[in-house]
């Protein structure tokens, strides 16, 4: 009986979907879990763990794509995602990947509150590359938004200044030009 038991409990430790955590750095106040999709083992211990490490589900984490934020309805939010390719300085960089990575929590308090008066928050996401640049145009894949759609992307300076990029809204593509590995605010006008 004590052998069916103790198999029993193992079973259930091993096929138990996972529910891990870390330590947030500089950001009080954010969930400190990260909750794995159902579909979560992929065979790759080592991209769950970096998952984890990137406070992103493994869909977000394989899709280099952000599509929950902290203290928002996840019905308004505007799912984010990058693939390779982008402009540096005018120079065309086809093999290069800007990260996507999930906002600080007091940067999508500060962009609701930039948002107040121009529109709707749709997204607050970080990008970064190791690439130095003075300029970069890059593109984010939107689903569902349409070409000439009233989106303002803004990119954070210092913690009370955002600056408007230039940015250009075709379907399903949001393409701005950023200045600094930073986070960006997307809003739109209503």
Same mark, same amino acid.
């Given at each position: 009986?004590?052998?069916?038991?103790?198999?029993?409990?193992?079973?259930?430790?091993?096929?138990?979907?996972?529910?891990?955590?870390?330590?947030?750095?500089?950001?009080?106040?954010?969930?400190?879990?990260?909750?794995?999709?159902? !579909?979560?083992?992929?065979?790759?211990?080592?991209?769950?763990?970096?998952?984890?490490?990137?406070?992103?589900?493994?869909?977000?984490?394989?899709?280099?794509?952000?599509?929950?934020?902290?203290?928002?309805?996840?019905?308004?939010?505007?799912?984010?995602?990058?693939?390779?390719?982008?402009?540096? !300085?005018?120079?065309?960089?086809?093999?290069?990947?800007?990260?996507?990575?999930?906002?600080?929590?007091?940067?999508?308090?500060?962009?609701?509150?930039?948002?107040?008066?121009?529109?709707?928050?749709?997204?607050?996401?970080?990008?970064?590359?190791?690439?130095?640049?003075?300029?970069?145009?890059?593109?984010?894949?939107?689903?569902?938004?349409?070409?000439?759609?009233?989106?303002?992307?803004?990119?954070?300076?210092?913690?009370?200044?955002?600056?408007?990029?230039?940015?250009?809204?075709?379907?399903?593509?949001?393409?701005?030009?950023?200045?600094?590995?930073?986070?960006?605010?997307?809003?739109?006008?209503?």
């Amino acid at each position: 009986m004590k052998k069916a038991i103790v198999l029993t409990l193992a079973g259930i430790m091993i096929f138990s979907t996972p529910v891990l955590a870390h330590e947030t750095v500089g950001c009080p106040g954010a969930p400190v879990a990260v909750y794995l999709e159902s !579909d979560s083992d992929i065979g790759i211990p080592a991209e769950t763990v970096r998952a984890i490490a990137e406070d992103k589900t493994i869909s977000e984490h394989m899709n280099n794509a952000v599509v929950d934020h902290w203290a928002m309805d996840p019905e308004q939010v505007q799912d984010l995602a990058i693939g390779k390719g982008a402009v540096l !300085d005018g120079v065309e960089a086809p093999g290069l990947t800007f990260d996507l990575q999930k906002p600080e929590l007091k940067r999508v308090y500060a962009a609701k509150e930039l948002a107040q008066g121009k529109g709707s928050l749709l997204a607050v996401a970080k990008v970064h590359t190791h690439a130095g640049y003075s300029t970069a145009k890059v593109t984010f894949y939107a689903p569902g938004v349409k070409a000439g759609q009233a989106i303002t992307v803004y990119q954070r300076v210092t913690d009370d200044n955002w600056v408007a990029v230039p940015t250009v809204v075709t379907d399903d593509h949001v393409v701005v030009d950023i200045t600094a590995n930073e986070h960006l605010a997307f809003i739109e006008a209503k």
